[in-house]
């Protein structure tokens, strides 16, 4: 949808607008920043976005999407992407 870079107050606009029914989002300061609940959509914060944390649980994430409802938030914690130091072999 390009919405890269918009700010969260007209993003959560936007996907009001668009009539979303799920926005899931891997900003985990947006509750406390935005008055998500009672919104006419429901509300997946993922406990990260990193592709090899999120891949072993698409399942889960695919079953907390197919459960939510609208006007509510869900945490959907499965660990949080730790950078490895690569070390120099020598």
Same mark, same amino acid.
């Given at each position: 949808?390009?919405?890269?870079?918009?700010?969260?107050?007209?993003?959560?606009?936007? +996907? &009001?607008?668009?009539?979303?029914? $799920?926005? /899931?989002?891997? @900003?985990?300061?947006?509750?406390?920043?935005?008055?998500?609940?009672?919104?006419?959509?429901?509300?997946?914060?993922?406990?990260?976005?990193?592709?090899?944390? +999120? &891949?072993?649980?698409?399942?889960? $994430?695919? /079953?907390?999407? @197919?459960?939510?409802?609208?006007?509510?938030?869900?945490?959907?914690?499965?660990?949080?992407?730790?950078?490895?130091?690569?070390?120099?072999?020598?």
């Amino acid at each position: 949808m390009q919405w890269g870079g918009i700010k969260n107050g007209a993003l959560l606009a936007l +996907i &009001e607008r668009e009539a979303f029914d $799920i926005f /899931l989002t891997g @900003d985990k300061n947006m509750q406390t920043q935005q008055r998500l609940e009672g919104r006419p959509f429901g509300v997946l914060v993922l406990s990260a976005i990193n592709w090899p944390v +999120i &891949e072993p649980h698409v399942q889960t $994430i695919a /079953l907390a999407i @197919d459960a939510a409802t609208r006007a509510t938030v869900q945490m959907i914690d499965y660990g949080e992407f730790v950078r490895r130091v690569k070390r120099d072999g020598g």
